[in-house]
Structures are given as C-alpha cells and as structure tokens.
DNA sequence: GTCTATAACGCGATAGAC
DNA sequence: GTCTATCGCGTTATAGAC
C-alpha cells in the first residue's frame, strides 16, 4: 500500500506503527472486516508468520486500534473545552466534535462503535479505557446542556440520552449518505444547527 | 442448530426456506459476519458444495434476506396506517414502528442498514427493492409529520431528516444497550414518548 | 534474545467432474 | 446430491541468522 515490500530492519516501534498505519489504510478501503492479517505482512514485505513478532494476532491489531481510537476521542472532546457564549454554541460545538471524529477516522469510529467483527471482543485493559472515554465524553455533554440554562421537564439523565441519541443518529447518516463529506455539508451532515436550534426550541426557558 | 442433521429429500422451495432460516439463526447467535455457508450445508445433513444447489453462492444467501427484509420492512410500515389521534400520536406510532422492526430482525436490520460484510454488495434487484422500501417509509414519515399540524421554520426535508435522524439514534443505542428488551423498556427503548414530545415543544404551533 | 523464514494444519468459499 | 481439488485465511511449530 504505501510501503515498499522490501525487507526491514527498524526499531521495533516504528515497526508497529506501520502496521498500524497500514491496518488503518486497508480499513478504510475495505471495510474494517476485511482487514487481512496476511496482507498486511506482505504489505511490509514480511512473510504472515513474522507478523506475530509484533502482535499476538490479528485481534490484537484490531485491539490496539480500538484503544488509541478511544484515547483519541477523548482527548479532541476534552480539548473542545466547554467555552461560553451564545445560547446553543456549547452543544453545537459538542455535536460537531463527535461527528468530526467519526468522519476523520470512519475506520476506527465503526470498530469503537458498531460490532462489525464477531470474533473481535475487546481485552479488559482496552474496554477500561473505552469506558473512561464515554464517561468523560458523557460530561461533556452534560455540561454543554447545563450551560445553556435550560427549562427541562423530564429527568436530566432522559434529557442527555435524547441529545446522545440525536447527535448519533445525525452522524452515522452523515457518514451513510455523504461518507466524503466533512461536518457542515451534506445532506444530515449539515443538519447540526437546525438540531441544535430544535433542542433549544424544546427546552429553552419561557 | 433446529433440523435434524439426516438426509433430506424434500421439495427444493422448503429447503430454500429451512437455508434461510438456519442462516438467520446464525446470525442472530453469532453475528451477521461470521454466517458459515459450510455450517449451513452441515446443519441441514449436506455437503458444502451441494448447498450450490439451491444458492449460487453465501452473498447470495445475504441478498435474499436483505431483499425480504426490505419488503417486510415496507410491509410493516404501511400496515402502521396514518390513524389520527392525539398530538404526536401518529409520529410516535411511526417511532415505534421502526424500532420494533429493528428490535425484533436485528440480524436484517444490521444487514440492510449497516454493512457488515465487507465484499457484500447487493444485487440491483434488491437495491431497488430498499429503496422503494425506504421511499414508501419516508413516506409514513412525512404523514406522521404533517397529520401534527406543525409549525416549523426550516425547510420541511431538513425537518423529515432530523426526526429520521433522531429515530434512528435512538434505535441504534436501543440496540447496542438493550438488545433483548422490547420497544418501551430499556435506557433508549423507553424514550420514543420524549422524543415526540420533544418535537412537539419545539415545532408545534403556538 | 530478536527477527526472520519455511512448512504445515484446519478452516473457509467455491469450481468441476461424476 | 456427492467427492475431489484449489486457493486464501489465521495460526502454530520449528529452525536458522543477527
């Protein structure tokens, strides 16, 4: 794919990042099932079984990916620290950092959120950090909500269900209809202000 | 898995149905990927390759149950008529609809929403068949939508696909959460009433 | 010890001859 | 319907090279 397939004799770690970046790249072209443990080797210009050098199996790769994707989701919604400002702009800024990651990193948004492997079960070590990161992206969103000072009648942890679910379903059809798209364009994925507008609607103080 | 592994010499239509229904079960018990044309052969007393018989190969196998799922799909949302009643009876009604159809054929409902079989693509004919499947429920939608008597301020398809979106974030997390709990129980499945009334707090004439 | 190779196993989908 | 065979897959065992 991007490497040539001519012997090497790197650092170790450099090693795993390529078979990362290579894992990633056979992803995103054909679908995160169809990753090849095989290919991948010959990719590197190694025969399959030197592979196991670095991972102990293919869903060990897929575990590693799986981890840092979760990582990684946590630090870009942390980094979108929870700014003031006009009414709706803390939850418009939180729904765009939630789709923006799942169409930057389609690959890894499907392996972290749908199940599209049977035979893939995430080690406890990685189901850890993938729990943390929903906590943390949860107070996220519970913060966007309180600071827009809302007039909510149903119980707050029904509320930020709702807007979870609505900012879910806004981005797997995003990445369903205009995968190629960034956030803002597209038929749902331009969708994040009238949603945004709606909520308020629904919920703003009389 | 339910028929006894012995010979079988019956009438081919039979057969066709006992391979669908073994596949579906497949599915359900082990997910969508990891269906076995091998194990389907073996589970109704056959050898692989005599399967071919009936099959012209195992993504032929998943674009009939994509087909049918569409068509039961379709089916089910126009039995669900536009019956008028209280506000939000006839969007909440369509809500459930969909979810049930999802809780209740998850392993159709992964195959014709998501895609989880990388090298799975359907035929033309079952493309057509979703997509007049998918126009004719767009369709519900739009009824349930204007039966409300609504006053929305953006344009009406940006309106249809917010409610789709949000129907379907919410399906999504029914099932990812509590796939064994029917619609109206569950973290997400009990939520369809919220989310109608949210849609009627934001858009219903004032 | 670390990395590589070759050989081989069991499984999958599938094609062809009977 | 069968049996045989091909090919690719993930994986293991084993042995040689740095």
Redesign the pocket.
Known sequence: MTTAPQ???R??DE?IEDILRIAREMMRKEGVAA?????I?RTL??????????F?????IYDELFRRGFQDFARQMAERSGQDGPPGENMRSAMETYMRFAQENQDLYQLMFQRPVPDFVPSEASMAVSLGALQAAQMQFVNALHSEDLDIEIPVEQALDLFIAFQHGLTELHLANNPELPVGEGRFGKLIPAAVQMILDAWQKV
């Open positions: 012997r090497r004799r650092y170790r090693t990753l090849s443990f095989n290919a080797a210009g190694m025969q399959p079984p030197s592979l196991y050098n670095y102990d199996s293919k869903n060990a």
